[in-house]
């Protein structure tokens, strides 16, 4: 029994003389990984923390109408955390005070911010809608237009027909607004389509088959 325990002892030994470098290096590697991945994740919350406060002070300043206030804060939150998603809550809340107040120019900037650098975002397509809203209040329609393009599947393209609709009925484009309100129809239901059925129906229009 000693015997075999010599043994086992000793391939013991030789595999410690064979591996044991490559054990302990392998055992540095995972702890450096650990403590880096603990580093990373807390870097990350803190950034996700600064950037909230500053979501948070933007609609404070909005709430007691220091528009000015408001976007001073914006511009830092968008050098700092370009990528956070508080940087476009943050710009349709600015954008809704603009246009509030009166401003549409200034809300279809701040909303251009959104669909330029958060492109890949969730949020830039329901800024790109906001921002030709906010074209259409300014009257520039074309370049309304332009932003509605390219039309988004999803939820929400319904509603950038509809609006394309609006456009081209203001432009005088009939034809046009009667084939962005068919497609529309498709896309949407409940009040929302109602509405459309009387703009098609006041072009003279019908649903598509």
Same mark, same amino acid.
């Given at each position: ?23 302990i290096i392998a055992a540095i590697a995972v702890l450096a990984a650990v403590l880096g991945w603990q ?33 001073? /804060? ?31 120019? /200034?809300?279809?900037?701040a909303l251009g911010w959104v669909t330029d650098q958060q492109a890949d975002s969730p949020l830039a ?66 009040? /929302? ?17």
């Amino acid at each position: 029994m000693a015997y075999d325990d010599e043994e086992q002892l000793e391939a013991i030994r030789d595999w410690w003389h064979r591996y044991g470098r490559l054990v302990i290096i392998a055992a540095i590697a995972v702890l450096a990984a650990v403590l880096g991945w603990q580093q990373w994740t807390a870097w990350q919350e803190r950034q996700a923390a600064n950037a909230s406060a500053d979501y948070a002070a933007i609609l404070q300043a909005l709430n007691s109408d220091d528009r000015e206030a408001a976007g001073n /804060r914006l511009r830092t939150l968008r050098e700092a955390h370009a990528d956070s998603p508080y940087v476009a809550m943050a710009t349709f809340a600015v954008a809704t005070a603009a246009m509030d107040a009166g401003n549409p120019g /200034r809300a279809a900037d701040a909303l251009g911010w959104v669909t330029d650098q958060q492109a890949d975002s969730p949020l830039a397509v329901v800024a790109r809608l906001r921002q030709a809203e906010a074209l259409r209040v300014e009257g520039d329609r074309s370049a309304a237009l332009a932003v509605l393009e390219p039309l988004p599947d999803g939820p929400l393209r319904g509603r950038f027909l509809e609006l394309q609709g609006d456009l081209e009925v203001v432009q005088g484009n009939t034809d046009a607004a009667i084939e962005a309100y068919q497609q529309a129809l498709q896309a949407i239901s409940g009040q /929302r389509r109602s509405l459309v059925e009387i703009k098609l129906f006041d072009l003279g229009g019908a649903p598509a088959s």
